[in-house]
């Protein structure tokens, strides 16, 4: 099964994905864990990446592309996988649909997390508490919130002219959040 998990930033795409994960027996991809790798790692495209990942803006979709295919080539993924923050421009959603394409592993339902901005904000204040992400500072939070409703949102209005896409309301405790992906994905998976 192949999944895409699209949402703004806070809005539990990495929270639900890892749980799904264990649920289904797929791989969780999440491209903002494989960039943030890469930095922690300290190599070459670490450090081009961590600039722009703590300005708020978009990795460069090359960079990203090329990660995502080395990351879907892995033994792990031969059975399907859930994409954790990819796409997240138009641009990524024609290159994801020809490497599924490429690989004979059609995507089955992209899900939609709505959660009110408010909310989205008081999240991720919560987590720079807890967690110290450079990147969940306000300012950058904003920038991340601008490039969401510019770039992101596009794609998902692409799975629902394709009937790909699924909204699942993102408000609330984890365990009734993830209850209705499971209903979304038996529904439409
Ligand atoms: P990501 O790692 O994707 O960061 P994110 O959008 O904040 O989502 P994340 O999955 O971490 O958070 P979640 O909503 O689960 O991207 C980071 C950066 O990497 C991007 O800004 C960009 O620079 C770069 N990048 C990544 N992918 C890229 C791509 N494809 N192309 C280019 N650049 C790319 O959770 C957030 C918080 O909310 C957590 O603290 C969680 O505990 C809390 N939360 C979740 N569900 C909740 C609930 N139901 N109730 C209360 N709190 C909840």
């Known amino acids: 099964m192949r999944i895409v998990v699209l949402g703004a930033p806070g809005s539990g795409k990495g929270t639900q994905a890892a749980r799904l994960k264990n649920e289904l027996g797929i791989a969780h991809i999440s491209t903002g864990d494989l960039l943030r790798g890469q930095v922690a790692a300290r190599t070459p495209l670490g450090l081009k990446a961590r600039e722009v990942m703590e300005a708020g803006r978009l990795v460069s979709d090359e960079i990203v592309l090329g990660m995502l295919e080395e990351r879907v080539s892995q033994p792990d993924a031969s059975k399907g996988f859930i994409l954790d923050g990819y796409p997240r421009n138009v641009a990524q959603c024609v290159a ?41 500072n306000p300012e950058t939070v904003r920038q991340r919130l601008h490039v969401y409703e510019q770039q992101t949102a596009p794609v998902a209005e692409h799975f629902r002219e394709i009937d790909a896409l699924v909204e699942v309301d993102g408000v609330g ?17």
């Open 96 to 136: 994801l649909e020809a490497l599924l394409a490429r690989i004979g592993q059609p995507l089955d339902v992209a899900i939609l997390l709505h959660v009110p901005e408010e909310m989205l904000v008081a999240r991720l204040a919560g987590r720079a508490a807890a967690e110290g992400r450079t990147d969940d």
């Open 173 to 189: 405790p984890f365990d009734e959040v993830y209850a209705r992906i499971l209903r979304a994905i038996e529904h439409n998976g």
